[in-house]
């Protein structure tokens, strides 16, 4: 486990405290896909950070399992982080050195001589990243997604039990960014390894991440798994994040609903329930009629989800809302 | 030899042709010579510079201070006058002033602070991101400079060593002068101070091509280095 303790952190910038992080509790479990969201500025990356202490917080304390990273002398400090593996935007390989000795680079800082077990680990790594064709190129010679694949690599040689991942996807293209986090929720299912990663699509939470916290001007503004944090936004933060992620829903601009007839209701079936036939059961029963004004339905992580905004007319809208309910849907009711 | 009337009637005053070749000799003897030295001395001393200066891995403001002040100096001196106020240094390092042994010790005092700055400006070209990356994957700083920072800058090493050695060419034929020996010492008493032309011409032709070769041979290298 991760484990932050009334950690802070602030710069010092001309001779003034300048506070990045309020201070915060924060818990990261084994084996989880962890995601931080928040714009520039907003903290994530110093909060990354904290945890291999590339950023030393300002007070609180840093756990890791039972050891207090912040309390320990560089050279302990240098071999915990040989146990966290971390990726970057801009992947930050070596361009002197080929694809084998970028991921051969962390095996030979943490002291293994023999040539043959780093061959070995390397081939290895390379096999699990798909890259065994490219060993002898250099990084300059790769694509963003190859890059970051050498990178992944390169982080899981020391085989870590955390993998940080800064922006990892940001500089790729949709479909590069689609097989790098394929490739980050496999790493995590196979090697039971967790993920903490920073990002400011709410996308990539959505793919990939069990529970994300969202940071807004240095504070954790709302926390939770993501399947609540995504169908039911409570910081505006966060909506906005949402929205981004769900374009269909803003684009009709300001009162969308002016002209609509009946009340206005949004549905969010998850898990199960999207395997039923609920809604329709529901309306043939109770005589409501609904009119479809916007929708979703698509995955988070590997959950099905539909969320459906829909103006409901009729005698018995409140009996239907009830049956609705009982069925396992969650519902909303918008404002015009 | 069919050569030697018509050297002889091009350069009619250059009879001792084996002391042009003694010249040559010992002008790429103390061009080896200091440059080697100077890379030992100015390269662990450009890494000091890049790690001290604020805000990097080492950051010792006040030791990067004094480092540079001295670096400064030492550059700001112009070499023929630095040559004659270390004499006695010289002489205390190699037991004479003169000759190819008198002229080292000055050519890498005045040549290291030039490449360590030159060594420094090729360490800040090295990506930040590479040097968190290692960090990350619990490197000591030691093992960032000779794993990360010596390779990543290795052209730019490559180039600050053309340009020094060049720089160097430059200061033999300086030293030349005040007794140093080689092809500056030929032009300086044979060219100017004996109005022999020719022997200036040659010399001056000399150092031309030997210039031009450390360029390309440089340019070769550091174009290999940064072919990935």
């Known amino acids: 486990m991760i484990r932050f303790l009334d950690v802070h952190k602030s710069y010092r910038v001309e001779g003034r405290d300048v506070p990045a992080l309020a201070p915060f509790n924060l818990d990261i479990d084994d084996g989880e896909v962890f995601g931080i969201i928040g714009h520039s500025g907003a903290g994530k990356s110093t909060l990354l950070r904290m945890i291999n202490l590339l950023e030393r917080p300002s007070g609180g304390r840093v756990l890791i399992g039972d050891v207090d990273m912040t309390a320990l002398e560089e050279a302990a400090l240098r071999l915990q982080r040989q146990r966290i593996g971390m990726i970057f935007q801009h992947f930050n390989l070596l361009g002197s050195q080929t694809v084998a000795d970028n991921v051969a680079f962390p095996l030979k800082l943490a002291g293994t001589r023999d040539a043959a077990a780093i061959r070995a680990r390397v081939d290895e790594l390379l096999a699990r990243v798909g890259l065994t064709a490219h060993a002898d190129k250099y990084p300059s010679q790769l694509s963003g997604g190859q890059k970051q694949r050498v990178g992944i690599a390169r982080a899981l040689a020391n085989r870590p039990s955390i993998l940080l991942c800064d922006e990892a996807t940001s500089a790729l293209d949709p479909q590069t960014t689609g097989d790098v986090l394929e490739l980050l929720a496999e790493i995590n299912r196979e090697l039971k390894l967790t993920i903490v990663l920073i990002t400011h699509e709410m996308d990539v939470v959505r793919r990939i991440c069990d529970r994300v916290a969202v940071l807004d001007a240095g504070r954790m503004v709302e926390l939770g798994a993501v399947a609540d944090v995504f169908l039911h936004p409570q910081h505006p933060t966060t909506r906005r994040f949402v929205e981004e992620a769900l374009p269909e829903e803003t684009a009709a601009g300001e009162a969308p609903y002016a002209r609509v007839q009946g009340r206005i209701l949004r549905l969010s079936f998850r898990g199960e329930t999207t395997w039923t036939p609920s ?21 988070i992580k590997q959950m099905p989800y539909g969320q459906l905004t829909l103006a409901l007319e009729g005698i018995n809208v409140d009996a ?17 | 030899m069919i050569a030697a009337p018509l050297l002889h009637a091009l350069f009619p005053n250059i009879d001792d042709w084996g002391e042009l070749g003694q010249a040559c000799i010992d002008t790429l003897l103390m061009l080896g010579g200091s440059l080697a030295l100077t890379v030992l001395i100015g390269l662990p001393l450009g890494v000091l510079l890049y790690l001290t200066a604020r805000g990097q891995l080492r950051a010792m403001p006040k030791l990067y201070a004094l480092t540079a002040l001295v670096v400064n100096v030492l550059r700001s001196i112009p070499f023929i006058i630095l040559m004659i106020v270390l004499m006695p240094v010289t002489y205390f390092l190699v037991g004479t002033r003169l000759g190819i042994r008198g002229a080292i010790p000055p050519l890498v005092i005045g040549a290291a602070p030039f490449f360590a700055r030159l060594v420094e400006t ?62 500056g010492d030929l032009a300086y008493r044979y060219g ?37």
């Open chain 1, 279 to 299: 809604l329709s059961r529901v309306m043939r029963e109770t005589g409501v009629d609904f009119n479809l004004l916007a929708g979703r339905i698509d995955r």
């Open chain 1, 320 to 336: 239907a809302l009830q049956a609705l309910r009982a069925a396992g849907i969650e519902i909303e009711e918008m404002t015009r």
């Open chain 2, 122 to 183: 090729s360490l800040r070209e090295v990506q930040p991101g590479v040097i968190e990356a290692a960090q990350a994957m619990g490197a000591s700083t030691w093992q960032i400079v000779r794993r990360v920072l010596l390779p990543e800058a290795r052209a730019g090493i490559a180039a600050a060593i053309t340009v020094t050695a060049i720089a160097l060419v430059g200061f033999t034929a300086m030293g030349g002068a005040i007794g140093a020996g080689g092809l």
């Open chain 2, 192 to 228: 100017y101070l004996s109005y022999k032309s020719d022997y200036m011409v040659v010399t001056v032709v000399l150092l031309i091509l030997l210039v031009q070769a450390l360029q390309v041979i440089g340019d070769r290298i550091v174009s290999r280095l940064s072919r990935h």
